[in-house]
């Protein structure tokens, strides 16, 4: 019997003020996957995750979270923002922030309390940034940040892992602990999909690649999708497209 | 004037007490909201929504209604308007809040104008009349108080993440666009609630003053709410008794209070404030100064004599700049004066090393790491070597994996022992000599296998047949073998006996 895939969208299409930011996108990702979500700026990218956790509203087309809508299942899905999306001078210190993965197990009104704050440590030991607990978020390096959003989304115990680019103003050395980490919660069973728009390591990094622009233009091993043909597509400018209909269009003919 | 007369006296009077309560009350939610607003970048929409007030106490007038009602309806009306406009134009918020409040504002003078009656004192609705509080007032400030407090403290920790992380908090299901109308309720029942008291011009000063103390003090919400009270609590009383005493406006004199407070953490503050920095800075040049001296004075030291005028010439200072260093390197045993000449003590020796290992490590970092050209990289270690701790230089030696050398070429002292004393490369080695490998240099790893394929490793005796310029010939292991001189200088060695 085939497995409910952890994330699957069907002819999604979301739009901005009438302009269409992703279109009649299809895909299933299968649970315990590294996947990398790759495309061009404008692609699409950000938003096909936000229409995944239900931040916008699609115009036509469907998300589900292991076969349930997002509504549903919520706390399984934990979803880092672009850094752009975060008040980084925000008063607020490490401990207090991967706190918050433990929200929606509170619900409203309720208070953290012992156990939440175990799960926290926890958390922050595995990404190792247990001594910067009582730094101000915005006295980490870029790296260090994602860290602590990734023991966030470790203190949520959550399967699913939506990261919208992670590696913006981070340097190698540190791109590559972040890698090893989401590989580790991948080992664990969990479902991760990464934004990037930097294709250097998209190769080796993910088990699967989703070329995005506007429309979904592969989805597969890296080995399958990550031909010239297709990535011509993906980063070929903005006729893609048009090429893609023309395609399907030739497709259709007997 | 005896604290009595400051403090007591005032109080005997009944408008007094009920101004006291009214002062703290109002101090107390205004400033737990200047947190929010603050992290929130909302400053500007207290003091739209402010503004908006006006029409509504007027019209509240006219049909003669309680006032706050009608306050609270044009307040939402307006902040609900400006999230209008910014959601179906192309307008920002700014300008939304710009037009709206203007507007209401404007609404609001033309209705009072119209009504000409001493019933509704414009004066005291700008400004407040924190005297005339009536008990009516007191108990509608009171409720409104306990409620705004009680929603925050209900709401706090999806305020919090909200605030900070609003995408998350919608990915995680928090009500958002719920709290983003909560929190503007609040906004506008905390002014009207303030209406009495400071009024809807300086209200605003109340709901951002606060914060903006607090945010400079802690970095933390939890705490920045309670410092934020504190803050509205103090300026709010010590406007009312300064008020008293000087015979001036109350509402205005609180916002004076508050607004000191401000100025003074900002050029006060321990961890932002402007004259601590600026301590710090003088301090830290200073520090910078005794250790390029003691640094100075070692190379100095190691090349002949470490004169006065010599680390002078050196640091490009005065003569008696480097008299006063020296004398308070002396005083912490770091140097001693002999006969105008620096003589660096064992500890002062280690410090010197240790910041030249920190200068030449910075070097090669900047270089291996950060690509910048070696002929650069001077300047920049030398303001880095004073960053460096022992512990960061060890971690930065280990990162650049053991380094022997600086770009330039000059060794890089290792530990407190320094420099490797009594090692000599095979190249300054006599004919004839025998000598022991201590160390082959690792930074490439071409040099390093040619030299173990001869069979030169660490522990390896050698004797040196006759050093050439073509190359060293050494007998290792009874095999003679010439080593180019790019390997010989590569090897280290002391005097085997």
Redesign the interface.
């Given at each position: 019997m085939k497995e409910v895939p952890a994330i699957e969208v069907r002819n999604l299409t979301v739009s901005y003020r009438s302009r269409p930011a992703i279109r009649n996108v299809t895909v299933q990702i299968d649970p315990g996957l590294l996947v990398g979500l790759v495309g061009p700026n404008g692609a699409g990218k950000s938003t096909l995750l936000k229409a995944v956790v239900g931040l916008v509203l699609p115009d036509s087309g469907t998300v589900r979270i292991f076969g349930q809508p997002i509504e549903a299942v919520r706390p399984q899905v934990a979803y880092v923002p672009q850094r752009s999306e975060v008040d980084w001078d925000y008063p607020i210190v490490v401990e207090e922030v991967v706190l918050m993965g433990r929200y929606p197990h509170l619900g409203l009104l309720r208070r953290p309390g012992p156990e939440d704050r175990q799960i926290v440590r926890a958390a922050l030991r595995q990404v190792g940034m247990e001594a910067f607990a009582d730094r101000q978020i915005g006295q980490l390096s870029g790296g260090q940040q994602q860290r602590v959003f990734l023991a966030r989304a470790l203190a949520q115990e959550a399967s699913i892992l939506l990261l919208d680019e992670p590696f913006v103003g981070v340097d190698a050395a540190t791109e590559e602990t972040i890698y090893a980490l989401l590989r580790r919660m991948r080992e664990e069973g969990r479902t991760v999909v990464v934004a990037t728009h930097d294709l250097s390591r998209a190769q080796t990094s993910f088990d699967r690649l989703l070329l995005l622009n506007q429309v979904l233009v592969a989805y597969g091993p890296p080995k399958e999708v990550f031909t010239p043909a297709l990535l011509q597509r993906t980063y070929g400018g903005r006729l893609t497209l048009l090429e893609v209909a023309d395609q399907k269009r030739v497709g259709m003919r007997p | 004037m005896t604290l009595y007369d400051l403090f007591v006296t005032p109080m005997q009077y009944a408008f007094m007490q009920r101004a006291l309560v009214a002062a703290l009350l109002v101090g107390t939610i205004c400033a737990v909201l200047s947190c929010f607003l603050l992290?929130k970048r909302w400053a500007l929409l207290g003091d739209a929504i402010s503004h908006a007030v006006l029409p509504g106490v007027a019209f509240a007038y006219l049909l003669n209604l309680p006032f706050f009602f009608g306050a609270v309806v044009t307040g939402v009306l307006t902040a609900l308007g400006i999230s209008a406009v910014e959601r179906h134009t192309r307008i920002k918020e700014d300008s939304a809040m710009g037009i709206l409040f203007t507007g209401a504002f404007a609404l609001g003078f033309v209705l009072i104008s119209r009504i000409r009656s001493r019933a509704v004192d414009l004066f005291h609705i700008l400004f407040g009349n924190v005297l005339g509080v009536s008990d009516a007032d007191l108990l509608l400030t009171a409720i409104t108080g306990a409620a705004v407090l009680a929603v925050v403290l209900?709401?706090y920790?999806?305020l919090?993440?909200w605030?900070?992380?609003?995408?998350?908090a919608?990915?995680?299901?928090?009500p958002v666009g719920g709290l983003h109308y909560t929190l503007m309720l609040l906004l506008s029942v905390a002014i009207v609630a303030s209406l009495q008291t400071v009024g809807i011009v300086l209200v605003v000063a109340m709901l951002i003053t606060p914060g903006a103390v607090a945010?400079l003090l802690?970095?933390?919400?939890?705490?920045?709410i309670p410092l934020a009270v504190g803050v509205g609590i103090i300026s709010a009383l010590s406007g009312l008794y300064l008020s008293y005493h000087l015979n001036v406006a109350s509402g205005p004199t609180m916002v004076l209070v508050a607004t000191a407070l401000f100025l003074l953490t900002m050029l006060l503050g321990p961890r932002e404030g402007v004259v601590w920095s600026a301590i710090r800075r003088r301090r830290a040049a200073q520090q910078v100064l005794l250790e390029d001296f003691l640094k100075q004075a070692y190379l100095a030291d190691t090349q002949g004599e470490a004169s006065v005028e010599r680390l002078s010439e050196r640091l490009g200072v005065p003569v008696r700049t480097v008299t006063a260093l020296a004398a308070r390197l002396a005083r912490a045993g770091l140097v001693e004066v002999r006969d105008s000449a620096v003589v660096l003590s064992a500890q002062g020796r280690q410090r010197a090393i240790e910041l030249i290992r920190s200068h030449r490590l910075w070097e090669r970092y900047l270089v291996d790491r950060g690509g910048v050209p070696w002929t650069d990289v001077h300047a920049e270690a030398e303001r880095l070597e004073h960053l460096a701790t022992a512990e960061l230089a060890a971690q930065l030696d280990e990162a650049l994996g053991r380094p022997m050398r600086d770009p330039h070429g000059s060794p890089i002292p290792r530990g407190a022992e320094g420099a490797r004393e009594g090692t000599r490369r095979l190249t300054e080695c006599r004919d004839g000599e025998t000598v022991d490998v201590v160390e082959v240099e690792d930074e490439d790893p071409e040099v390093l296998r040619r030299l173990a394929a001869k069979g030169i490793l660490p522990g390896v005796r050698l004797v040196v047949v006759r050093v050439e310029p073509e190359g060293v010939r050494v007998l290792a292991d009874g095999q003679e073998t010439v080593l180019e001189p790019a390997l010989a200088s590569a090897v280290l060695t002391t005097d085997g006996r």
């Open positions: - | 992290v209900l709401l920790k999806e919090v993440l605030t900070f992380d609003p995408m998350a919608a990915a995680m299901g928090l945010y802690v970095d933390r919400m939890s705490r920045m």
